[in-house]
């Protein structure tokens, strides 16, 4: 099959196979490249592994601690007609890599949300690791069915209290254009809790704490973004932005229930980047392009892996001083929240339309991220060559 990018709005329809291999081995070049880290982390469990923040923290995790992985996600197999999504070759390509570097790693897919991911998880970790030593929760879903309850539940990505109309982009077109947003009602706020919220993070984390299966000095870890007042209309201050509290609330929560076992439980605040979760976001690919432009320019702008090894090597590090803020969250959007950086984004942004975007933006930096998240771009590819969907892999039993 040969494989060519399909993109339709905000998603890829396509992944190239050796294309999200390159993405990932790159990824752990850049971690082999800024060296080993000494975190005291032997044993860790990622939610989410398969993309993003997630992915990245795995990477570092394996190449640069020699920690050992459980990871699940919730990705696509590829058929003979179809490629699977860029997750399910992201898996078998870090699979692949951190065995080569002789460290364990088993991946899971299916439904994290769910009770039986938990107890399967739990099989692992009692198999192979008998504790872990940090857990990191990096989902982003926009549909969580509740393992209690059975209700199916819907994020939605919208203001409150009032409609907002703001400044945006069409990222087929490079089109600038105003979006109008309906605000969200009570019963939409509580829907996008239940997915993007902290419950199911506490529900992990009790689950493993009630069968011993974390250890002393156990860390636990979610993401969070809270970024400039200028996203704060449709991020911090809307619907999401709640599940962003709740998640701040499950933090507090876990901290008490960990202190037992000398734990700690924290929301990590990171930077904007462009992932399959946060493209499909109104507004942010636009400030993202800005961003990106000033950050460039500025000499600040790190990838999403630079920015995950910094997270390891100056938050988590044996020794590190935290940078935590009045919530009690690290802090590694520090370079993103700079005054230079974020008054340059202000100023531009009153300025930037369809016309001028390709010179006072960087959305082809921004395109370039996220045909790269499917595995377009890698200049060592070669993306007019044969290549089988399915890598060689066994699907049903993979
Ligand atoms: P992503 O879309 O790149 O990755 C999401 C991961 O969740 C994937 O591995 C996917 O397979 C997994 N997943 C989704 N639903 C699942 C389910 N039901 N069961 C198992 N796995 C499931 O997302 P990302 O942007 O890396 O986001 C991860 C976290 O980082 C989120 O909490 C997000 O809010 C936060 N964050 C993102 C940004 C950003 O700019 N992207 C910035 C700051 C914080």
């Not at 009032?162 to 254009?177: A, H, Q």
């Not at 529900?203 to 156990?218: M, T, Y």
Request: with cysteine; net charge negative; hydrophobic share 40%.
């Amino acid at each position: 099959m040969i494989v060519k990018p399909r993109v339709r709005g905000f998603i890829c329809t396509t992944a190239h196979p050796t294309g999200c291999t390159a993405h990932v081995a790159a990824q752990f070049d850049v971690v082999g490249a800024n060296g080993d880290l000494d975190t005291s982390v032997k044993k860790a469990l990622v939610i989410g592994c398969s993309g993003g923040y997630g992915l990245a923290s795995r990477i570092v995790l394996t190449e640069a601690c020699s920690a050992d992985t459980i990871g699940v996600s919730f990705e696509k197999p590829p058929s003979d007609a179809k490629t699977a999504t860029a997750g399910w070759y992201n898996n078998v390509a870090f699979d692949e890599l951190a065995a080569a570097r002789g460290r364990f790693a088993k991946t899971l897919d299916g439904d994290a949300f769910s009770d039986e991911m938990k107890v399967r998880v739990i099989e692992e970790i009692r198999e192979h690791f008998g504790q872990i030593d940090m857990l990191i929760y990096s989902l982003a879903s926009p549909v969580r069915q509740h393992p209690r309850t059975g209700t199916l539940h819907r994020s939605v990505l919208k203001p409150l209290g009032e409609m907002l109309d703001m400044k945006s982009i069409n990222v087929d077109t490079g089109e600038v254009n105003q979006v109008t947003l309906e605000p969200g009602t009570d019963e939409e706020v509580a829907n996008t809790v239940a997915v993007m919220g902290g419950e199911d993070w506490e529900f992990w984390v009790d689950a493993l704490r009630d069968v011993g299966a974390l250890a002393d000095g156990f860390r636990t870890l979610a993401f969070t973004y809270i970024g400039s007042d200028l996203t704060w209309p449709i991020y911090w201050d809307g619907t999401l932005g709640k599940a962003k509290e709740d998640l701040d609330r499950a933090a507090s929560a876990l901290r008490d229930r960990l202190q037992g076992i000398g734990g700690s439980a924290r929301i990590v605040s990171l930077k904007s980047v462009v992932t399959q979760a946060s493209v499909a976001i109104p507004v942010v690919p636009l400030y993202v392009s800005l961003l990106f432009r000033v950050m460039k320019q500025q000499g600040s702008y790190e990838t999403l892996i630079e920015h995950v090894y910094r997270l390891f090597a100056t938050q988590l590090n044996t020794g590190a001083e935290q940078r935590l803020d009045e919530g009690g969250r690290i802090r590694v959007d520090d370079l993103e929240l700079k005054d230079a950086v974020q008054d340059e984004v202000k100023r531009l942004w009153p300025l930037v339309t369809s016309e001028n975007i390709d010179e006072i933006a960087d959305l082809e930096g921004f395109r370039n991220d996220f045909l790269r998240i499917f595995g377009f771009g890698f200049a060592c590819v070669d993306y007019d060559a044969d290549v089988d969907p399915t890598l060689g892999k066994d699907v049903e039993t993979f």
